[in-house]
């Protein structure tokens, strides 16, 4: 194994790690919010718990984070791990929500509050572990997908929703008439012009920011990759090396599916003076595997 094949299968366990984290801490966090009926801080407990932007936020990236599990493992087991690129938008949406939820529990909630009650119980789980976790994760271990200026405004959806309910049920309905107390206090200990006014540049600046870091995490390893990849394979014959690779795969990776590295085989390609094109080189590679794969199956029979 090969220092950019450890690196990525380091990753990919931390990541495996953190995203199970992230579903376990989410599950008791809701589930004690809605196992207590009463709290004389904070009211909305039971099933009033889906009122507040924090447990949705904290949902929605749960959700995120086991659908990363899977493909942790199957990466673990493949030595390639790679998520869609529709998983990889889902988590930037709830990183940065989480990221709105954790910043506004620190600055707004704990010291009006205070920081222990803010940050034990559920909330310990929810607006601290969960949100760090998933930060540290998708910015530092996610490293599969190049997010897009256009797609940074997918961020803003669920903060927009969730704001105009807010509005609706807080402002507009009240909780005489059936609505909701002020729990966030944006419209009783702020002038309400304020929250409106900057709660969504808040979390474009957010999103933005943490598309900076993950992005750079994401070139940093492009970087490692094409110059190892030049260093070792640049004078290297690289259709000897991908037949070698496969037959490799063959015999190691025990799953029923085949899965050619087109990006490790395209990399290889483009820091070398190898003249086989890509697709060339693909074909080679699953060529390669099928033959070496019904040989172990030949050898298999007379073991």
């Known amino acids: 194994m090969n220092r950019i094949q450890k690196i990525n299968r380091r990753k990919c366990a931390i990541t495996l ?12 966090g809701v589930v004690m919010n809605l196992t207590k009926l009463a709290d004389e801080n904070f009211d909305h407990m039971g099933i009033k718990t889906f009122c507040m932007f924090t447990v949705n936020s904290n949902i929605l990236m749960g959700i995120a984070m086991f659908l990363t599990v899977p493909y942790a493992i199957d990466g673990l087991r493949k030595q390639y791990f790679r998520l869609p690129d529709w998983l990889v938008v889902t988590l930037f949406v709830a990183t940065t929500a989480l990221s709105l939820t954790f910043l506004i529990s620190l600055f707004v909630l704990a010291p009006v509050k205070g920081f ?5 119980g559920s909330r310990f789980f929810l607006h601290f572990v969960c949100p760090v976790l998933s930060i540290v994760t998708f910015c530092c271990f996610i490293c599969s997908h190049l997010i897009r200026p256009v797609e940074s405004p997918l961020t803003l959806i669920p903060v927009f ?8 049920m807080v402002v507009l ?4 008439h059936g609505g909701w107390n002020d729990f966030y206090g944006f419209a009783t200990r702020l002038p309400l012009w304020i929250p409106v006014t900057f709660i969504i540049p808040i979390t ?3 999103s933005s920011l943490i598309r900076f870091l993950h992005n750079r995490c994401f070139l940093r390893r492009k970087e490692e990759e094409a110059a190892y990849f030049k260093e070792v394979f640049g004078k290297a014959d690289i259709h000897t090396i991908v037949c070698a690779m496969a037959r490799l795969h063959s015999s ?3 799953t029923l599916d085949i899965v050619i590295p087109r990006r490790v085989i395209s990399i290889m390609q483009q820091n070398s003076e190898d003249d086989d094109s890509l697709d060339e080189l693909c074909q080679a590679y699953l060529q390669e595997y099928l033959e070496s794969s019904k040989a172990l199956d030949v050898v298999k029979m007379w073991i």
């Open 204 to 206: 474009y600046a957010i």
């Open 17 to 28: 790690l953190f995203s199970a984290a992230v579903v376990i801490c989410t599950a008791i």
């Open 252 to 254: 190691t990776i025990k």
């Open 161 to 168: 929703l969730y704001s105009v309910v807010y509005l609706v």
């Open 173 to 176: 309905i009240g909780e005489e």
């Open 116 to 120: 222990v009650l803010i940050f034990t």
